[in-house]
T-cell receptor, first 112, second 115 residues
Framework: GDSVTQMEGPVTLSEEAFLTINCTYTATGYPSLFWYVQYPGEGLQLLLK?????DKGSNKGFEATYRKETTSFHLEKGSVQVSDSAVYFCALPSGGYNKLIFGAGTRLAVHP | EAQVTQNPRYLITVTGKKLTVTCSQN?????MSWYRQDPGLGLRQIYYSMNVEVTDKGDVPEGYKVSRKEKRNFPLILESPSPNQTSLYFCASRGGVGERINEQFFGPGTRLTVL
């Protein structure tokens, strides 16, 4: 079945460091891919998405490129801030968008 | 403001005592669902609903019930809660048209502890 694998956290960085959170997927066909972010005490928010191969999703300085060849959708940011501290989830739709399959989540902690 | 609301946000209960977690959305979305979040497992879908009176099981439906009598509301019912249902629960909704067809909006979460 469909699945998403994320790198385990926590990831701890200093402010202005470069961030990469790895995500690989297994799916039938070429589904849309998503990154969701969960700030402390809040629900999930859609951070960015890509709907087809080679698409690059971007938002708030974060980017991720849909790589069909490597079945990956790694999240990157060139310079993280303390306010980026959160849990990040990679996800893909399944069952005709009736369900999202989530990775386990990666906790990011950014220190001044 | 477009949003999904859940109540209560925090709940501590005892084994076997029936409870209901409410979920409401103000975006006129047809599709709603419930997820539970557990450490190391991400979010897993419990139940979903395509429209009023149309519901179906997700990946982990055991021990839960839902109903969809109105478009805006989708309550989650635990008839006889057990400690393994201690978790963080999220309600979500999704519109059905346009390029945002696949964007789900999540509520703030309900942290449930069953003693």
């Amino acid at each position: 079945g469909d699945s998403v694998t994320q790198m385990e956290g926590p990831v701890t960085l200093s402010e202005e460091a470069f961030l990469t959170i790895n995500c690989t997927y297994t799916a039938t066909g070429y589904p849309s891919l998503f990154w969701y972010v969960q700030y402390p005490g809040e629900g999930l928010q859609l951070l960015l998405k890509a709907t087809k191969a080679d698409d690059k999703g971007s938002n708030k300085g974060f980017e991720a490129t849909y790589r069909k060849e490597t079945t990956s959708f790694h999240l990157e940011k060139g310079s993280v801030q303390v306010s980026d501290s959160a849990v990040y989830f990679c996800a893909l739709p399944s069952g005709g968008y009736n369900k999202l399959i989530f990775g386990a989540g990666t906790r990011l902690a950014v220190h001044p | 403001e477009a949003q999904v609301t859940q109540n209560p946000r925090y709940l501590i209960t005892v084994t076997g005592k029936k409870l209901t977690v409410t979920c409401s959305q103000n975006m006129n979305h047809e599709y709603m669902s419930w997820y539970r979040q557990d450490p190391g497992l991400g979010l897993r879908q419990i139940y979903y609903s395509m429209n009023v009176e149309v519901t179906d099981k997700g990946d982990v439906p055991e021990g839960y019930k839902v109903s969809r009598k109105e478009k805006r509301n989708f309550p989650l019912i635990l008839e006889s809660p057990s400690p393994n249902q201690t978790s963080l629960y999220f309600c979500a909704s999704r519109g059905g048209v346009g390029e945002r067809i696949n964007e789900q909006f999540f509520g703030p979460g309900t942290r449930l502890t069953v003693l």
